[in-house]
C-alpha cells in the first residue's frame, strides 16, 4: 500500500483550472519530485494535500486513512507535515524556540523521549542542519539561506513520516544548495519519505528517482530523471518550442 | 575539568536563552524594583501611596491585555468587559449570597474564565480589525445591560456598599495594608504571566503572534492556544476589576465598563513595550503619576484635554521608540555590560588561534 495516494484532485479558483484531476502515489522511502513552469499548480497542489485549501473534487488518502479537508495542524500531527516556498519563521522567536513549537504540538511532544527536555531535542535538531551556532539569535536576524534550513529542522522535528519540501533550494546560493542536498540525502538515507518541488532542475534530478511533470494544473509526464530530460513535451514546457 | 566547563557552558547557554527567549531583562531588576516599592510606605507621603495602590492594581489589568495581545496578537479593544465583569461578578455575589470577599474574588475570576470561553469560541474566528471591532462592542452591550437591567445590576449607581477584604483598621493602616495587597497581588501575577510567557505555551502563543500558517503546520491547535490565552488574559482582567471593586472603591458602577479603561491598558503598554513584563507594569506607573500627581498638582489639566496629551506621548513613542521605554532601559543596561564580553570572547578566540598557529 502507497504511503500517499492522491485521487482525482481538483480545484478552481473562478474561471481558472489550478489543479486538474490530479492523481499520483507515492510509496514508502521513495523521493519524488515534482516539476513545472510558474504556476502550473505545484503550489497549490501541497496547499491541497496538507488542508489549507479544500479540494472541490478528490481524494487525499494517506496511510489508507481519508484526509480530505482535515485542518493542517491535525494532518501534520499525523506525521504529514510540509515545508513552506516563501519562508515563515517566527521572527519575534530566537533560532530554537522556533524549534520548540512542534515540539509543543501533540505529537512533537509524544517524540521527546523521557530523557531529552524539549529544548535538548531542539538543539539536535538544530545541529542536524548545521545551525547550532545560531540558537540564541532571533530568527529575524538569520539569512535567507539558514532560514530554509530552520524551515527545514522545524518540519523535521516533527519527525515526519511524509515531508513536503516546498521548493527547499529557492533562493540559495551554489554553497548552500550542496549543503542543503546532502541534507536531504542523509534524511533519505535515514529512510524518510519525501515529496520535493523544485525549480532548480540540476539539483533536483540528483535527488529523484521519480519525476513528476506539471503543466496548467494537469500532469503531462512521469518517469525517471533520464526519461523526463528526453521527454519533447517537457522540453516544450520548458523551453517555449512548440509541442 | 572539561566536563564543569560544559556544565558552565550549558548553564550560560540556558540563562542566556531564558533571558533572550522573550527580551525579558534579568529577574534581578523585578527584584530590585520589589525591594524598592515595598519601602515606599516609609518614605512617600499618603496621596503618593495611594497612587501607587492603585497603579498596582491596573498594573494586573494592563498585563492581563499584553498577555492577549503583545504575546498572541490577538487584538482586543474591549477588555473591560473582563474587568467589569470580575467586579460586578463579586459584586452581584454579595448583592444576594451575601459571601465574604474572599470568597467571592475568586469565584468570579472563574466566572470570567467562563464568558472568555463563550465569548472566545466564536470571536477569535475573526481576525486583525474584525476582532478588534467585536471586542469593541462587548463591553458596550454590557454597559446596556447594567442600564437596562437596573434592578439586578443598579443601573447608575451601581451596587454599593461592597465589602473589604478586611476590617478593623485605623485609616493610616487601611492605607498602609491596601499597598501591600496591592504589591504582594501584583507581584504574584507578574510571576504567574512571567511563568506562562517563558514556557512552551508561551513560545507557541508568540508563534502565533508571528505567523498563523506556519502555526498550523507545526501541528498546533491555532484556536485552542488563541482561547486560552483569551481565557487566563481574561481571568487576571477579572481579579483586577474584582480587587479594585473590593479594596479602593467600596462599590461597582458603569466606570467599570467604560471605554476609557478599555483604552488604558493599550496607552500604558504601549509606553511601557508591548510584549514584555516589565512594559505594562512601568508603564502604568508612569500613566497614573500622570493623571494622578502631575497633570492635578504640578500642571494642572482637564481630564478631557489629558488624553490628547496621551495620545501624542503615544505617538512620539511609536515613533521613536516603538519597543516602548521599558526595553529601552533595559537595551541601554544591557549595551553597558556587552562590549566587555565581546572582547573576552575575541581575547579567547586570539589566543586560540596563536597556540594553533605555534602547535603548526
Known amino acids: ?243 | 575539568m572539561p566536563f564543569n566547563n560544559a556544565l558552565k557552558y550549558i548553564k550560560r547557554l540556558y540563562t542566556e536563552f531564558m533571558v533572550r527567549i522573550y527580551d525579558n531583562p534579568p529577574k534581578i531588576f523585578g527584584f530590585l524594583g520589589f525591594i524598592i516599592l515595598s519601602t515606599l510606605p516609609f518614605m512617600m507621603e499618603t496621596s503618593v501611596l495611594r497612587i501607587f495602590t492603585t497603579a498596582n492594581i491596573l498594573a494586573i489589568y494592563a498585563l492581563s491585555w499584553d498577555l492577549l495581545v503583545g504575546r498572541t496578537g490577538q487584538i482586543s479593544l474591549g477588555h473591560a468587559l473582563f474587568y467589569g465583569a470580575g467586579a460586578y461578578g463579586s459584586a452581584l455575589l454579595y448583592k444576594y449570597l451575601q459571601w465574604p470577599a474572599w470568597l467571592t474574588v475568586p469565584i468570579s475570576i472563574i466566572l470570567c474564565a467562563m464568558i472568555a470561553i463563550v465569548i472566545g469560541i466564536p470571536a477569535l474566528r475573526v481576525k486583525g480589525p474584525y476582532l478588534a471591532l467585536l471586542t469593541f462592542s462587548f463591553p458596550l452591550a454590557f454597559e446596556g445591560f447594567t442600564h437596562y437591567y437596573s434592578d439586578i445590576f443598579g443601573g447608575d449607581t451601581g451596587i454599593r456598599p461592597i465589602p473589604k477584604f478586611y476590617s478593623g483598621l485605623g485609616y493610616s493602616q487601611v492605607l498602609i495594608a491596601n499597598y501591600y495587597f496591592a504589591l504582594i497581588l501584583m507581584a504574584i501575577s507578574a510571576i504567574i504571566i512571567y511563568k506562562i510567557a517563558t514556557s512552551t505555551t508561551g513560545i507557541t502563543f508568540i508563534s502565533i503572534l508571528d505567523d498563523e500558517l506556519a502555526s498550523k503546520a507545526c501541528g498546533i491547535n491555532v484556536t485552542k492556544y488563541k482561547l486560552m490565552s483569551f481565557m487566563l488574559s481574561g481571568m487576571f482582567g477579572g481579579l483586577a476589576g474584582a480587587v479594585y471593586a473590593h479594596l479602593i472603591e467600596g462599590r461597582v458602577d458603569p466606570h467599570f465598563i467604560s471605554t476609557t479603561l478599555s483604552i488604558f491598558p493599550i496607552i500604558v503598554t504601549v509606553i511601557g513595550g508591548l510584549g514584555s513584563l516589565y512594559g505594562p507594569i512601568i508603564g502604568t506607573y508612569i500613566y497614573n503619576l500622570l493623571d494622578q500627581y502631575v497633570f492635578i498638582s504640578i500642571i494642572p489639566l482637564d481630564p478631557s484635554v489629558r488624553i490628547v496629551v496621551y495620545v501624542a506621548i503615544v505617538v512620539f513613542l511609536i515613533i521613536k521608540w516603538p519597543r516602548g521605554i521599558a526595553r529601552v532601559i533595559v537595551e541601554k543596561l544591557e549595551d553597558l555590560q556587552e562590549p566587555r564580553e565581546i572582547e573576552e570572547i575575541l581575547k579567547g578566540k586570539k589566543e586560540k588561534l596563536v597556540k594553533t598557529h605555534a602547535s603548526a
Do not use: C
Open chain 1, 1 to 243: 500500500m502507497p504511503l500517499l495516494e492522491v485521487e482525482n484532485l481538483t480545484k478552481r479558483f473562478g474561471g481558472l483550472i489550478a489543479v486538474n484531476n490530479v492523481s499520483f502515489n507515492v510509496d514508502e522511502g521513495e523521493i519524488l519530485g515534482i516539476i513545472g513552469p510558474n504556476g502550473a499548480g505545484k503550489t497549490t497542489l501541497f496547499n491541497l494535500i496538507t488542508g489549507y485549501i479544500k479540494p472541490d473534487f478528490g481524494k487525499v488518502i494517506f496511510k489508507g486513512e481519508d484526509i480530505t479537508g482535515q485542518p493542517p495542524n491535525k494532518i501534520a500531527n499525523k506525521g504529514l507535515v510540509r515545508t513552506f516556498q516563501i519562508v515563515r519563521p517566527f521572527r519575534h522567536l530566537p533560532t530554537i524556540a522556533n524549534v520548540l513549537v512542534p515540539l509543543n504540538s501533540p505529537r512533537g511532544r509524544k517524540r521527546i523521549e523521557w530523557v531529552k527536555t524539549p529544548e535538548r531535542k531542539a538543539m539536535d535538531m538544530l545541529e542536524d542542519v548545521g545551525l547550532s551556532d545560531l540558537m540564541l539569535e532571533p530568527a529575524e536576524n538569520l539569512s535567507h539561506g539558514d532560514l530554509k534550513r530552520l524551515e527545514m529542522a522545524r518540519a523535521m522535528a516533527l519527525e515526519p513520516e511524509l515531508l513536503l519540501l516546498d521548493e527547499p533550494f529557492g533562493g540559495l546560493n551554489p554553497v548552500e544548495t550542496e549543503y542543503m542536498i546532502k541534507t536531504i540525502q542523509r534524511l533519505h538515507l535515514d529512510g524518510h519519505t519525501m515529496v520535493i518541488v523544485e525549480h532548480k532542475l540540476h539539483a533536483l534530478m540528483k535527488l529523484v528517482k521519480r519525476v513528476i511533470v506539471m503543466h496548467y494544473g494537469e500532469i503531462i509526464a512521469e518517469g525517471t530523471p533520464e526519461e523526463i530530460a528526453k521527454n519533447k513535451k517537457v522540453i516544450g514546457v520548458y523551453l517555449g518550442r512548440a509541442i
